[in-house]
């Protein structure tokens, strides 16, 4: 393939995040978008913490949490008075290096994206649209318009749409949007404020009839509030002002309003794209999926796209792999696109049911419960696992199989500190694949490894690893973005060596037949060392 470039379409959090992931694999990129300059409003709010596992890996994880807030802890007022509070400290421990909740709004964190492009060489290509493509079986042609009125043809291996909702990719590809709008109108403003809610916490106000959440931002006194919109007495409405929602609500949380700095209003859809990929061309982010802002799942989930492709992409354009991975995108994100939509609409849908019930459970029964739930450890660790996206898994993908200990091939790989301030999440910062060994290495496997290109790390076994679902003596093979792809309680070299030739992923390594395992003679391999390429 002489043509390997990567066309983006769309400069959000899911574009920057696929084009730093490409940049750092070593693919050229072009990331466009119509718009003048980044955005300087937003929705987005909460960072989980499967994308700052991601943001470690390419070492820009510790900045972007300098630059947010931790959530200590979620308080739900009932009528002017704060009647519950669930603590949020300490709520993933043991399950990744970042056990917290996180708010870094998406204004400023497409900001944060772009430094680190800009550090890498890459500048987004403002004020350019893609009015038309043709995506042939050797490449992508597409026809960029600037801002002056100026034509220009690029032509690229691959084309990325991450255009947002209204996406002109999709609706080139003529691919289908199923889904609906909720009814109702909601707002979000970012404000200035003193009062019992500036405290650094997440505060829900749940009325009879409607909602806010206020969400503390950094800086003294600033939080963004986000809340529905009642239906005006007269049935119409007119251009809104924060004033217009700055009643009963707003009032019973107390807040000393200083200054509006900025508000908006929006509608909430829920929509999943028929297919995420045409051909060359694929589809990521509110592109391919949107819903509802429970549990601040979108902007993570696009992100979660474009490292998904990222790594799938660079494969093959460097020739490792051949065109079967990107048949794995689709069907690894789709499945989960729509598990969240199906989830956040149920919620979404008690959260802003009106009715005696409806009113009952979000004004008695959440209150009561919430605090209680939290204080057993099974559900406090679900909820941690759901709401982080470090559940989420691939198991039923074509690269994934085996299963050692609880941890399937699929999943995530499990966290765990190897000794202070070291853990294996560490070697996945060279974003390459990679084997996993923990306990004592077996004969055969440092050669096999050395064979198929495959750096290996071996951990020496603790029993805290047994918690986290790893089993002592086990081999796994890690994918570039940290899933677990291949998993085997015997640590067998030729079960790796033949899962490695049957999924069709094509490595540059001499010996092509599984039976050749039997004729190589291992080096010894110690716990702790490396076996690099």
Request: hydrophobic letters at 40%; proline letters at 5%; aromatic letters at 8%.
């Amino acid at each position: 393939m002489t043509n390997r470039l990567v066309l983006i379409i769309g400069a959000g959090p899911t574009g920057l995040a696929l084009a730093l992931w490409l940049t750092r694999l070593g693919v050229a990129v072009r990331i466009i978008d119509k718009t003048d300059e980044p955005g300087t409003t937003s929705r987005a709010l909460a960072v989980q913490v499967r994308t700052l596992e991601f943001y470690r890996q390419l070492g820009m994880a510790d900045s972007l949490i300098t630059g947010g807030v931790k959530i200590a802890g979620v308080n739900l007022w009932v009528k002017g008075a704060k009647a519950a509070r669930v603590p949020f400290q300490g709520i993933g421990e043991g399950l990744s290096p970042y056990p917290f909740v996180l708010i870094f709004p998406q204004d400023t964190h497409e900001r944060f994206l772009i430094e680190g492009l800009d550090a890498l060489g890459v500048k987004v290509e403002r004020g350019t649209e893609m009015i038309r493509f043709d995506a042939q079986a050797d490449g992508v042609q597409a026809t960029l318009k600037r801002k002056s009125g100026n034509e220009e043809i690029c032509k690229a291996a691959y084309l990325a749409g991450c255009d947002g909702a209204s996406s002109a990719v999709r609706e080139h590809l003529a691919i289908g949007f199923p889904g609906g709008t909720y009814a109702g109108l909601f707002f979000v403003a970012d404000v200035e404020a003193g009062g019992p809610t500036t405290d650094g916490e997440l505060h829900v106000d749940l009325e009879e009839a409607d909602f806010v959440l206020v969400f503390p931002l950094k800086g003294e006194g600033r939080l963004r509030l986000v809340g529905t919109v009642r239906e005006p007495s007269n049935g119409t409405l007119h251009a809104l002002t924060f004033d217009d929602v700055r009643g009963r609500a707003i009032e019973r949380l107390q807040l000393d309003l200083v200054r509006v700095n900025w508000f908006s209003t929006y509608h909430v859809h829920h929509r999943v794209a028929s297919r995420f990929r045409e051909g060359r061309v694929f589809l990521l982010g509110d592109a391919a999926h949107i819903h509802s802002p429970v549990g601040g799942q979108g902007m993570n989930t696009g992100i979660g796209d474009a490292v998904n492709l990222a790594w799938k992409l660079a494969a093959v354009l460097r020739g490792d792999a051949t065109d079967r991975l990107l048949d794995t995108y689709e069907p690894e994100r789709i499945a989960f696109a729509r598990r969240l939509v199906a989830t956040t609409d149920r919620v979404f849908t008690i959260v802003t049911q009106r009715g005696v019930v409806a009113r009952w459970i979000r004004t008695k029964l959440v209150p009561l419960m919430a605090p209680l739930l939290f204080r057993v450890a099974s559900l406090r660790r679900f909820f941690f696992r759901t709401a982080s996206q470090i559940g989420i898994h691939y198991r039923h993908s074509l690269l994934s199989a085996g299963q050692a200990g609880s941890v399937h091939g699929g999943d995530r790989l499990p966290w765990v500190e190897t000794e202070p301030g070291k853990d294996n999440f560490a070697p996945l910062t060279s974003l390459v694949w990679q084997v996993h060994l923990y306990g004592e290495p077996r004969h055969g496997i440092a050669e096999v490894c050395r064979k198929l290109q495959l750096p290996l790390h071996v951990f020496p076994w603790q029993p805290e690893m047994k918690r986290t679902g790893l089993k002592n003596g086990s081999l796994y093979r890690i994918r570039p973005d940290g899933y677990v792809a291949f998993a085997d309680p015997e640590s067998d070299p030729e079960r790796l060596y033949r899962y490695c030739d049957e999924r069709g992923v094509r490595y540059l390594f001499e010996a092509t037949n599984p039976s050749h395992i039997q004729n190589i003679k291992d080096r010894s391999v110690r716990p702790g060392e490396v076996l690099e390429e």
